[in-house]
């Protein structure tokens, strides 16, 4: 029998009558799913956002006043829930399923599309047509508690067969509770977890600890007549503690992930765990009963996390937004570190960091020449997208093993490292004003720090650029520029060409270049890669134990920047040629290779170049940089909020502080300040930091399992 009913609210009453009065339709509907989901129909909002509260006022006094119907329908209601399990739902609805980061990611995009479909036989089936929207869960949560309640006792939902305890609540409670715990042991006792936290090497599992504590409590149920323990029960209490001890231990690995290193696989997996632990916590309290309007509460709130679960089981924002946390945040710890290298304070390092600049202006321009050789080559695209690769790769790993500075590098690699200030100081409560104050001034100084950077680059890629090609003009007699010079110009304009959009390609190129270090870091520390190379046999009996040690450290310092700048020149060679095969007008613009190549085009054009294309020239170089610092330095601090769980309403705060700290002290953006300005930021910066260095002791001295808070066995003896 099909069943066709009219959405709107009157016609509930209509609805009922028709299948579940004395006629009684509904024993000749073949799929009484569909009268249930038929139901529910009705009671759902058009638009859940703007609906404060659901009500089951028509249903309740349908069933109040009309006996035969609720008769029908309580009959219906059992049929349908008779002997159904929905321990499933509990054990794997919501929680990582797979702890391969990527194809947990790819089933569930595939259940959003076409949905699993469980056996016909268990209530996730039931919950699966009946509350197939993704906002069910929240509508159902609108509804009031009590009206919840009193459809429970009408519909007699509590009644259950004496004889079989099996399909009991508390029964299907305790077998999805031991899978969970199960399941948390299994991985607990990994041996990339258990790396994770060597203070647990010595000490009994607590995960073995609460399974048998959960196994006693099943027999205390089995024998108990309301199949329920009190809440002062001991075994209730000691599973509560065992508990916290398992919560302990998976805390104490994701802190410990700050010595050791963590990486995807195993992130996932201690993510897996602490979901488990988390939805035991919330079932623990529904072993407990008092009085029977206890055992209706915790029917009734089971019911509600059901649909719930059903509901976001296939949940991709909470899923990255987990998995992806841990991750950013050990990143930008090593991106922080390295970071804070490139914040200038005194004089001196700022004059330094001019010195350095200078370095990369060098190198960078000798680039630029090679580059240009390198485009007179009769090769294919893919041979031009390589030799230019490995040109900035070579080159980009040349400035940072020298000790120089390339401009806009910094921004990746600093936001952390200033983010951290603004962390510590809402940690340690610190007033608004200092704690916003103290971002304040590590921002400027970043900022100085990168103009200088800039100022140095620039005064030096231009005249190496321009010596280089008149050298080779002088020898080879040729002007290799002259076909290119008016091209190079244009390229580099604001107004006559996408420089400013490809100077933001090269943004998004160096926040990258920044994750990859961290993630590199990270991986090898994780791995125990410098203490591997350290404690070598091989190269300990070749070159010596002091020798494989320095090169274990000088990897340890080194590597993760020469991988990044690695990549960061093959993402910028290579995406001209990308673009070409994708048809689209991809390049990349960078501040310091624009004044090499703005020397190649003047030379090429025989300096015969109009007033205006020299101005808009020289003003794209620097709005180059500047793009290129903004979405760097933009993307680096998104990733650092995210990493430290910031709500994104500091900005505002953090805006304000900059502006204001720029209307005050203008100048502190460009050069270093007075000694007694100097002595008052350090004051302030260093109140933040002395609470950031607080709060990382405590964390490294945490211990992570507490075995005084166990019931004595005396006690647990003496409770029957």
């Not at 089995?222 to 231990?249: A, G, M, V």
């Not at 994104?648 to 000694?675: C, Q």
Request: one cysteine or more.
């Amino acid at each position: 029998m099909q069943i066709f009913g009219n959405k709107s609210k009157e016609s509930i009453t209509l609805f009922l009558t028709t299948y579940f009065d004395e006629r009684k339709q509904w024993l000749e509907t073949e799929d009484k799913v569909q009268l249930l989901a038929e139901l529910v129909s009705f009671i759902r909002p058009a638009r859940i956002k703007n609906t404060f509260k659901v009500e089951l006022v028509e249903l309740l006094f349908v069933l109040k006043n009309h006996a035969e119907i609720r008769k029908n329908l309580q009959a219906c209601v059992h049929q349908l829930f008779s002997e159904r399990k929905f321990k499933q739902i509990l054990t794997d609805a919501g929680i990582l399923q797979d702890v391969n980061f990527f194809n947990e990611i790819k089933n569930r995009l595939f259940s959003k599309i076409l949905p699993v479909q469980p056996a016909k036989e268990s209530v996730a089936y039931i919950l699966n047509q009946v509350f197939y929207k993704k906002t069910d869960a929240q509508w159902v949560e609108k509804i009031p508690l009590k009206q919840l309640h009193e459809l429970y006792d009408l519909l007699k939902v509590g009644e259950k067969k004496q004889g079989n305890k099996q399909s009991h609540v508390s029964s299907q409670l305790i077998i999805a509770m031991t899978i969970l715990i199960q399941r948390c042991n299994g991985r607990a006792m990994d041996t990339e977890v258990m790396k994770m936290v060597p203070e647990f090497d010595n000490l009994e599992s607590p995960f073995s600890g609460f399974e048998k504590e959960l196994l006693e409590i099943d027999n205390e149920i089995k024998n108990s007549p309301s199949l329920y323990i009190r809440h002062e029960d001991l075994s209730y209490k000691q599973l509560t503690i065992l508990h916290q001890q398992c919560e302990q231990f998976i805390e104490k690995a994701f802190q410990n992930s700050r010595k050791y290193g963590i990486s995807l696989g195993v992130n996932q997996n201690m993510l897996r765990i602490k979901q488990q632990l988390e939805r035991l916590k919330v079932l623990i309290p529904f072993l407990s009963a008092e009085k029977p309007e206890d055992v209706r509460k915790n029917e009734v709130s089971i019911a509600i996390l059901l649909i719930r679960y059903n509901c976001y089981q296939n949940n991709l924002q909470s899923l990255i937004s987990d998995s992806t946390q841990l991750l950013a945040f050990e990143i930008t710890q090593h991106t922080a570190k390295t970071g804070e290298h490139y914040i200038t304070q005194t004089k001196g390092e700022y004059y330094h960091m001019f010195w350095t600049a200078l370095g990369g202006g060098l190198i960078v321009g000798l680039l630029v020449i090679f580059k240009l050789l390198l485009s007179k080559l009769d090769i294919s695209d893919f041979g031009q997208a390589f030799l230019f690769s490995m040109n900035y790769s070579i080159g980009f790993v040349a400035i940072y093993l020298f000790g120089f500075t390339l401009a806009t590098k910094q921004p990746a690699m600093t936001a952390s490292a200033i983010i951290s200030a603004l962390k510590e100081g809402i940690d340690a409560k610190i007033k608004n004003e200092i704690k916003y104050q103290a971002f304040a001034i590590l921002f400027a100084r970043l900022f100085r720090s990168q103009f200088i950077a800039f100022v140095g680059n620039v005064i030096m890629a231009f005249p190496v650029a321009m010596l280089g090609i008149w050298l080779f003009d002088l020898s080879l007699e040729q002007n290799l520029a002259e076909s290119k010079g008016a091209a190079m110009l244009t390229n580099i304009s604001p107004i006559h060409s996408l420089a400013l959009f490809h100077a933001g390609i090269a943004g998004v190129y160096l926040f990258l270049s920044g994750i990859i270090s961290g993630s590199t870091a990270n991986k090898d520390k994780h791995n125990q890669i410098y203490y591997r190379i350290q404690e070598h046999p091989l190269l300990k009996r070749t070159i010596g134990i002091e020798r494989a040690y320095s090169l274990s450290k000088w990897y340890e310092k080194k590597w993760a920047g020469i991988i990044s700048n690695f990549w960061f020149g093959v993402f910028m060679g290579s995406t001209a040629s990308v673009g070409i095969f994708l048809g689209l007008n991809l390049d990349i613009r960078h501040i310091t290779f624009a004044s090499g190549n703005m020397a190649l085009a003047l030379y090429g054009e025989g300096f015969e170049v109009g007033f205006w294309v020299i101005f808009w020239a020289i003003l794209g170089i620097g709005l180059i940089g500047m793009m290129n610092f903004l979405v760097s330095f933009s993307l680096s601090l998104a990733l650092a909020f995210r990493s430290k769980r910031l709500p994104g309403k500091e900005m505002k705060p953090v805006i304000t502080s900059i502006w204001k700290h720029a209307k005050d002290r203008p100048l502190d953006f460009l050069f270093p300040y007075n000694s007694t300005a100097h002595k008052k930021d350090e004051e302030m910066v260093g109140k933040v930091k002395d609470k950031e260095l607080k709060n990382n002791d405590l964390k490294d001295n945490e211990t992570g399992l507490d075995q005084t808070i166990t019931v004595s066995e005396t006690d647990k003896k003496n409770k029957t």
